[in-house]
């Protein structure tokens, strides 16, 4: 399905990104993904722009209104001169702004992949990109854009969309909140279809404490910098003697480090109460406006297990199972088990910190049930 623009800017857009991915082919993959790597990226496509006989007409109205730029250095100066586009090019604002940029010209029908974290869903957006569709990420900051589609963002995405993937969909995957999305898309009178994964929010907060354990013992910068108490040795020889003992010593060893983890800001931050993250929002405050969201959207589906609910997944995405299954990288649940004396012990353990979630995951099941009913 080729490229439609909406407007002359759309065009203007268009055509600016893929001059500028040409131009910065040879050298994306020599340049780290740094703030300063932007900053050389920008000042090279400055010069490239400024030579060439190429005219692109986008105003400030078109960065506010359509891109949803906030950026005031970019905007208050904005003239559409060649240093202008540059830095538009680089923007993580405008890497944001590429799936509304599909939405808007292409005539592409729109699934979303909505999954909280540690419940499968990175593995089925990985199952739909093997099956060459695109799947946007949101990009909101810098960092999440360089991860996900480097310096050029918007520019990478565009090539990728058109040359390897079916422009007949786009699919919007990621960890977001989910009343905000479809009110996002709502405004543009866009019709989706898809799922929203969850996982009971026991088995999400033991695959993230496995998760940090693992990642502290590999002396992961980023996790150890959190956890500077914790000695990823120590993380190892406790793992060790917990799987091959019950010592005493061993076991409470355990439930003092799991405790270390899950009082740690960054982990409340990125695991605390994990659905109500997602969930919730100044709409949607309790359950019974959430079933009324997903009644208003009949066309996308909770889904509460990802293996069990499989075929629902590739039903409503239109697409090829089968899907891989949980990564085996993390150590069994059952030594959280053994350590905490059972299953029920580590769930009281943990209970403060997912209580609304545990309302929101009933309710979600509920929902699950009675659609299967129906």
């Known amino acids: 399905m080729p490229f439609c623009a909406k407007t002359i800017q759309d065009d203007s857009l268009y055509r600016c990104a893929k001059f500028c991915f040409e131009i910065a082919r040879p050298v994306l993959e020599f340049l ?34 359509r891109i949803g730029c906030t950026d005031a250095n970019l905007i208050g100066q904005w003239k559409g001169a060649p240093t202008d586009l ?6 993580e604002q405008l890497s944001n702004y590429f799936c509304q940029f599909v939405i808007d010209n292409w005539n592409a029908e729109v699934f979303l992949i909505h999954h909280v974290p540690r419940s499968g869903g990175t593995s089925v957006c990985e199952v739909v990109r093997k099956q060459s569709f695109f799947v946007a990420y949101p990009q909101t900051n810098f960092r999440i854009m360089v991860q996900s589609s480097g310096l050029l963002g918007f520019g990478l995405q565009l090539v990728e969309f058109e040359e390897l993937a079916h422009p007949d969909r786009i699919y919007v995957g990621g960890h977001f909140n989910l009343p905000e999305m479809l009110a996002k898309l709502g405004r543009g009178n866009v019709q989706c279809r898809g799922i929203s994964l969850s ?16 990642m502290v013992e590999q002396s992961d910068l980023n996790w150890t910098r959190t956890y500077p108490s914790l000695d990823p040795m120590q993380l190892s020889a406790v793992r060790d003697a917990t799987t091959l003992s019950e010592d005493p010593a061993s076991l409470t060893a355990m439930r003092d480090i799991v405790g270390t983890i899950t009082r740690a800001p960054e982990f409340q931050e990125n695991f605390g109460d994990l659905l109500s993250k997602y969930y919730y929002n100044q709409d949607v405050g309790d359950v019974f406006a959430l079933q009324r969201l997903f009644a208003d959207h009949p066309d996308l589906a909770p889904c509460v297990d990802a293996v069990r609910d499989e075929d629902l997944i590739c039903w409503q995405l239109r697409i090829n199972g089968p899907m891989p299954r949980l990564s085996n990288a993390l150590f069994p649940h059952r030594y959280l088990e053994r350590a ?35």
């Not at 993904?33 to 986008?58: D, G, V």
Request: aromatic content about 8%; overall charge neutral.
């Open 340 to 374: 905490f004396g059972s299953d029920e012990a580590f769930h009281a353990a943990i209970a403060s910190a997912a209580l609304r979630s545990s309302e929101i995951y009933g309710a979600l099941c509920v929902m699950r049930a009675l659609s299967a009913r129906g």
């Open 32 to 65: 780290p993904k740094t703030r300063e790597s932007q900053a050389i990226l920008a000042n090279l496509l400055s010069e490239r722009i400024a030579k060439s006989e190429e005219s692109f007409s986008i105003d400030a109205n078109f960065l506010v209104d």
């Open 86 to 91: 540059a830095w538009l090019m680089v923007h």
């Open 199 to 214: 996982r009971s929010p026991v088995a999400s907060m033991s695959s993230a404490i496995r998760y940090v354990w693992i």
